[in-house]
């Protein structure tokens, strides 16, 4: 005759699943934040209460047991059904559409990747997106949540910032081919630039450029010169083409650099005083859906940061 499991037969479960997940004690005790004896110990006695050996100990660590092997499977798919089922429960409690405006940059090459993650999270929210520069002014009721360069105050709207951003000078590998060499500043010279011309609003077309000169601290560069751009993004492709050397941002391009389609020829990555902000009206968050993705999107960005810290470094 089966005896009933009681309360305590359930935390010894969870301790050996996770042990049986590891095959090691020690990377169990670490995960549940107990010492490799209290695992030992809570493995004993669900060992005792069943009346058979779940693991095998060996000099080099655990194996489990036929016996092991069945329960591991049987209680790793019902936690695994346990947690898929909550996080269901989660989810399903927040549906509905949502207005997200974004600066077409950062919705095509930041945001869009993500959003697999985001569906998989809230299967039931629908994303209204539309993509709008900075220069077209944002007005309470055309959005739930808005993502903006912040170039200053939003008056009448409450904000949470998102990510610092950096520039810094790239190119495609093909412009350096059968040119002079580009080591720093004073060789730009020799080579075409490429302005994004919405980099800085309401300011002169070569302005990016002369900031970020400055910030390194070279003055002695004509950059009054070069192609023009009203997007960031044709800006990159223009770079990317082998056209010039481009200033980019670094929350928009990990992948063009981690792929070598574009390089970094010289300097340091510098901070340009903006952020990515996300802005929403007084009382927005109060409503679940806007919530969750307003700190969906702040934990995205969390992610992002430990990933790739900012910071004056060599790139």
Known sequence: ??????????VWLHVFSCAARHLSFTRCAEELHITPGAV???IRQLEERLGFR???RRARGVELSAEGQRLAAVVGEAYGSIDAELQRLDAGMISG???LRSIPSFLGKWLTPRLPRFQQRFPDIQLRMVAEDSSIALHEGDF????????????GLLSTALLDEQIFPVCAPSLLRGRPPLHGPADLAHFPLLHDITAWRGSYEYAEWEFYLNAIGYHGADVRRGHTFNRNHLTIEAAIAGMGVAIARRTLLNDELERGTLIVPFGLAVPNHKRYVLLYAP???NHPGVRAVHDWLVEEAGIFRSLHPLGEEQL
Do not use: E, K, W
């Open 1 to 10: 005759m089966t005896r009933p499991l009681h309360g305590q037969t359930y």
């Open 40 to 42: 030992s110990q809570q």
């Open 54 to 56: 779940l693991f095998h």
């Open 97 to 99: 559409t949502l207005r």
């Open 144 to 155: 739930d949540l808005a993502i903006d360069l912040n170039d200053g105050s939003y008056p």
């Open 283 to 285: 009382g927005a968050l």
